[in-house]
């Protein structure tokens, strides 16, 4: 058997995760694609997804998620829409967090296209979404839930696959293959993204101590951003904010971020470090999310029942309550989305907020390059939304320590599990800088042989004569 592995995606950027792993003996062929994401971020990358893949959609056999992440999962629906009729495995909190991902995907881009060409500044004439929310809807029934540490095998055994808690949202994975050629067996690793450790919300990343082939992250691959202590740290931002006598919008991921701030935010109340002022969250994706926590209690820690409901919170679900939000005044703190400040509710706050000097924004986690998040952290005085320029005078906050993505110490810390170091290590889902800082801490302190940073679209012949 040859065993060959193909980058599409998450080759020196952090979105558009989806490798392509083909089996061939002989004639015959199988094709499993760990991940299949969207990119995000910068125009050269987000072109990307209108791009044929080098494979037909109808010959992959698989598609193996490690999570509920747009940039893990967000390219579903195209590669459904093109053909692809096979099964979809994931875990069963991200069974359920894909169709809202999803959905919600699907609804932002067939709004930014109407937009577009509404307002007739689009480059492409007419704009188009990548999917629909109809394309989503054919999506859902391949998708099939499989347990942590339950294999399942394809191809007549030829493949085994099993999922391992990540730690990095809710129901994400580390996915374990493991390919039995005629003679050998050979054990593949794909981390998918990796969480914190001793996170409050989620659980560790779980350790794996072997691996033939190892794919590894490296959003922070060069980057550590543990803070001593994030909840002095939120406390700070948050009493800075308010004794300015602003409104703090905090602009953070639907997904992991706005549960791990709320879980915050509850405890300082309940041990009344933080003022009482209204928390509304202003995410319909966030709020969502937030419910299916008791649902899936196997996969955090924060047991059953409503987890983060306190005194002052409130959940704005209709839109006309939304917009409202932006004549009162008065401290408040309202939590939004999306994350990086790309679309959703979020974007009509900044338009409301960012001009006026006593209101502060807050950011939650990583930023890609080339999104309105971004600029905003490295300082633009300037954001363009709606089509127009706004300015920016408001205080900009940026809190790391609230990341879901394991820092470069953690990074090491899971890759320190190894008892042997693999025979080959790619790294990937890093910006350039940060992956090759990892892969050079690998090959030259930890003495890793064969450590790979691979180009976008590059195949490498894993296994021959298996
Ligand atoms: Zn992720
Ligand atoms: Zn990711």
Redesign the pocket.
């Known amino acids: 058997m040859k065993v060959s592995l193909q980058f599409l995606g998450?080759a020196h950027c952090?979105?558009g995760?989806k490798y392509l792993l083909t089996l061939a003996r002989g004639r015959q062929r199988q094709q499993v694609l760990i991940d299949c994401?969207l990119f995000q971020g910068l125009k050269e990358l987000r072109l990307r997804n209108r791009e044929p893949l080098p494979v037909q959609p109808a010959e992959i056999d698989v598609v193996v998620l490690t999570?509920a992440?747009i940039?893990?999962c967000g390219y579903l629906p195209k590669l459904v829409r093109d053909g692809f009729q096979g099964r979809i495995f994931c875990t069963e909190p991200t069974v359920d967090l894909l169709s809202i991902m999803l959905l919600d995907s699907a609804k932002l881009q067939e709004e930014e296209a109407a937009f577009a060409n509404a307002k007739g500044f689009s480059h492409h004439h007419p704009a188009t979404p990548l999917y629909t929310q109809a394309d989503v809807l054919r999506v859902l029934p391949l998708v099939e839930s499989v347990a942590y540490d339950a294999p399942v095998s394809l191809f007549a055994d030829a493949l085994t696959f099993c999922f391992r808690d990540a730690g990095h949202i809710l129901g994400s994975a580390i996915a374990e293959l493991t390919v039995q050629g005629a003679e050998q067996r050979k054990q593949l690793v794909f981390s998918?993204?990796l969480g914190r450790y001793a996170s409050p919300v989620l659980h560790d990343p779980t350790a794996i101590t072997a691996a033939d082939v190892l794919l590894v992250?490296s959003?922070y691959g060069d980057r550590v951003t543990r803070s001593q202590d994030p909840e002095a740290e939120l406390v700070g931002v948050v009493h800075e904010a308010l004794a300015r006598g602003g409104m703090l919008v905090v602009a953070a991921f639907a997904v992991g971020r706005t549960q791990t701030l709320l879980y915050y935010l509850k405890k300082l109340r309940q041990e009344g470090r933080l003022l009482l002022v209204p928390v509304y969250v202003d995410s319909p994706m966030g709020i969502r999310v937030s419910d299916l926590y008791p649902r899936h209690p196997g996969a955090h820690r924060l047991g059953h029942g409503n987890v983060f409901d306190f005194s002052g919170l409130r959940f704005v679900t209709e839109a006309s309550e939304s917009k409202q939000l932006n004549e009162k005044k008065g401290a408040a703190i309202i939590i939004s989305a999306s994350g990086m400040c790309t679309g959703g509710r979020i974007i009509h706050h900044l338009y409301h907020h960012l001009p006026r000097p006593e209101d502060t924004l807050l950011l939650i986690g990583y930023q890609a390059e080339g999104t309105r998040g971004r600029d905003l952290q490295d300082g633009a005085t300037t954001v363009k939304m709606f089509g127009e320029l706004v300015p920016v005078r408001c205080q900009v906050r940026h809190l790391d320590g609230f990341s879901a993505h394991a820092d470069r110490q953690e990074l090491l810390r899971w890759l320190g599990n190894f008892t042997v170091a693999p025979k080959c290590t790619f790294v990937v889902?890093g910006e350039p800088a940060a992956a090759q800082a990892l892969a050079h801490t690998l090959r030259e302190k930890s003495g890793w042989p064969n450590v790979v940073v691979p180009d976008y679209l590059e195949t490498h012949v894993l296994f021959e004569g298996l």
């Open positions: 998450a952090v979105t995760s994401g999570h992440h940039d893990h998918g993204d992250e959003t889902h």
